[in-house]
């Protein structure tokens, strides 16, 4: 399965490799050749500590290569009056009597804590090109599901707050 990203989240991508090859990998290697100089390898903490740092940033890099050379790229735009990428949607939860406001974005930047919801999640799946005022069916598995009604979309502007998962 590829994973869909919008132009914006590769770009935010290839920001972040830049960033680890021109920056982190520097300091990095720096820490491991301090580290070296203080002696015996065999009983030395920073040393190590200092190489799993490299490693993780170089896995890093090569992770955020994979997404970006594997992805489907999908636009960050939609229509006026659906819910769409980038979109913030106020929703009705008729079982709870609840209203809630998420904003829709791929699968890299979602984050459920933030208010951010996955356009692949069964709830962002269900309402996305949807309409205000429609009732959708979110279907969780084969024995739940519920029903929401799309009360408000916002066309939000990105400003570079959403951050990519770290993994």
């Known amino acids: 399965m590829y994973n869909e990203l919008t132009p ?5 991508m290839e920001e972040e490799i830049e960033y680890r090859k021109l920056v982190v990998r520097k300091e990095a290697l720096e820490a491991v050749k301090e580290a070296r100089a203080h002696g015996d390898l065999s009983e030395n903490f920073e040393y190590y500590a200092a190489k799993k740092d490299k490693n ?4 890093r890099i090569r992770y955020l290569e994979r997404m970006i050379k594997t992805a ?6 939609s229509k006026e009056d659906e819910v769409g990428m980038d979109n913030t ?3 009705y939860f ?3 009597d609840l209203e809630e406001t998420y904003k829709v974005v791929t699968t890299v930047r979602g ?3 933030d208010g951010r919801i996955s356009k692949e999640s069964p709830l962002g799946a269900a309402i996305f090109g949807k309409k205000i005022g429609d009732r959708v069916e979110v279907k969780v598995n084969d024995n739940y599901s519920y029903f929401v009604v799309i009360r408000d979309i ?9 951050r990519l998962n770290r993994y």
């Open 8 to 12: 914006r989240d590769i770009k935010r």
């Open 56 to 59: 993780q940033n170089e896995s």
């Open 72 to 77: 489907k790229v999908i636009p960050d735009t």
């Open 89 to 91: 949607v106020t929703l």
């Open 94 to 96: 008729e079982e709870d």
């Open 111 to 113: 984050n459920t804590l």
């Open 154 to 162: 916002q066309n939000t502007v990105d400003d570079g707050t959403d």
